[in-house]
């Protein structure tokens, strides 16, 4: 393909993706949209590590914040694999990063 080729290419992806967001969502998430595979191994990356941190300090010792952990953690990795809106990966992601942060502290000054 010719450089232009790909060149229109990108502006015509770019410009269907921010229309799919209306004025109201922002151009925060227009812009996450965007940038969606970059944000995604960033998200896997922290939410796996911090969850397996806080299973590893001693959440798995109790089934319930073991419960706690697995539930959140494996729907966002869920909303990720089925391409889910990333405004909902990323209310997904914040709910399992402070659940994981609060455990973490939490068995750390237990």
Do not use: W
């Not at 502006?11 to 969502?25: A, N, P, R």
């Not at 419960?67 to 709910?95: E, F």
């Amino acid at each position: 393909m010719p450089a232009e080729m790909i060149l229109q290419l990108c502006v015509h992806l770019k410009i269907k993706v921010m229309e799919t967001y209306s004025e109201k969502d922002g151009k925060l998430l227009q812009q996450t949209e965007f940038n969606r595979f970059g944000i995604i191994s960033v998200i896997i990356t922290i939410v796996g590590c911090l969850g397996g941190v806080a299973i590893g300090l001693g959440a798995v010792q109790n089934t319930f914040t073991l419960t706690l952990i697995i539930v959140p953690t494996m729907a966002t990795l869920s909303l990720l694999l089925g391409v889910a809106p990333m405004k909902y990966i990323l209310i997904s992601a914040t709910v399992s990063v402070l659940i994981d942060l609060i455990l973490i502290v939490y068995y750390l000054l237990n």
